[in-house]
């Protein structure tokens, strides 16, 4: 294990239940594709959650089954390389769910109960009683994810802390009955505040697309501009001459995560910058509408790219899919490996432990 701890590698995915949205870029997939090309990594994992998915939509597995290709679409049209970093559909990793079984036995029910992350999510989607026990479990799951590829480093929101949690957890009560045998992971958090969680255009906490209020990275341009003149602000701010609050203003939040100082001469020469911006939004004599033209000029320009490359994409679907296929195979080998060293310090490799074998043997000749 001496040598594994000293690989630095990353496990991180989506569930494939929609396309991919500008929160998952500003929180995860901008990040993902600066960590592929810094170097700093020698492995690095992006999982297609189908089976995570599955836990809430066990009835329409179409839903599921379709946007494998639209988030692969997305992340090589973000700049996700598959000759840097490996991409896999987690259902096709057998020894993921092998591993689930054997942790299921180091977590107790009452430990998943007190899991906000689980809390929350079993609120939003109102299962109150009726909860898929694949569903409670998932926090099981994801350590499974995580460990089968001796991820060091986790990439996620501060939403998922206590899911990260989890899973060390269970490293370290695995490694205590059974010897040093899982790696320790640690989680990777956004580095702006602003992409922690980017709220929905309508100002609701979550951007989600249950609720239709996401804009798409392959959102074609005429959507965006609608979609950005129709952002929440400040409800109080009725005049251009009122002062303007930027708590809780959407159209800001989304300033913070995505625009830079060169877009000021671009696209509004009136500011050096965005501080210069806020500062007359909060004394007045600014508009909503100036800035959410910006804004929506910053986004436009940003898209455009991840846009024109998806489009070329999807002219080669057989490409995609090839690309899923030997990502899945090199993951598989990387699980199968992790699996096999789980069983050996759990002494269930019966067939290849000759020790045993001969224990069994010369107990039986006695």
Known sequence: MSEKRKEKIILTGDRP????HVGHYVGSLRRRVELQESGEYEKIFIMIADAQALTDNAEDPEKVRQNIVEVALDYLSCGIDPEKTTILIQ?????????????????????????????A???????????????????????????????????AG?????????????????????????VDPDILLPESKACLRLPGID???????????CIYLAEEPDDIQKKVMSMFTDPNHLKVSDPGS?????????????????????FCPDYANLDEMKEHYQRGGLGDVKVKRFLNEVLQAQLKPIREKRHELEKDI????????????????????????????????????????????????S
């Not at 100002?203 to 209020?213: D, F, I, Y």
């Open 17 to 20: 239940t929609g396309r991919l």
């Open 91 to 119: 259902s096709q990793i057998p020894a993921l769910f092998e591993l689930t079984c054997y942790y299921m036995n180091l977590v107790t029910v009452s430990r998943l109960q007190r899991n906000p992350t689980v809390k």
């Open 121 to 155: 999510e079993l609120q939003m989607r109102n299962f109150e009683t009726s909860i898929p026990v694949g569903f409670f479990a998932y926090p099981i799951s994801q350590a499974a994810d995580i460990t089968a590829f001796d991820a060091t480093t986790v990439p």
């Open 158 to 182: 501060e939403d998922q802390m206590p899911m990260l949690e989890q899973t060390r957890e269970i490293v370290h009560k695995f490694n205590s009955v059974y010897g040093e045998t899982l």
């Open 203 to 213: 100002g609701k906490a979550k951007m989600s697309k249950s609720l239709g209020n």
């Open 246 to 266: 930027l708590e809780g203003n959407t159209v800001f939040t989304y300033l913070d995560a995505f625009c830079r100082d060169e877009h000021f001469p671009a």
């Open 318 to 365: 057989p490409y995609i899919y090839e690309v899923l296929k030997k990502g899945t195979e090199r993951a598989n080998e990387a699980a199968g490996r992790t699996l096999q060293r789980v069983k050996d310090s759990m002494r269930i490799s019966y067939f290849e432990d000759a020790a045993l074998i001969r224990e069994q043997e010369e107990k039986y000749r």
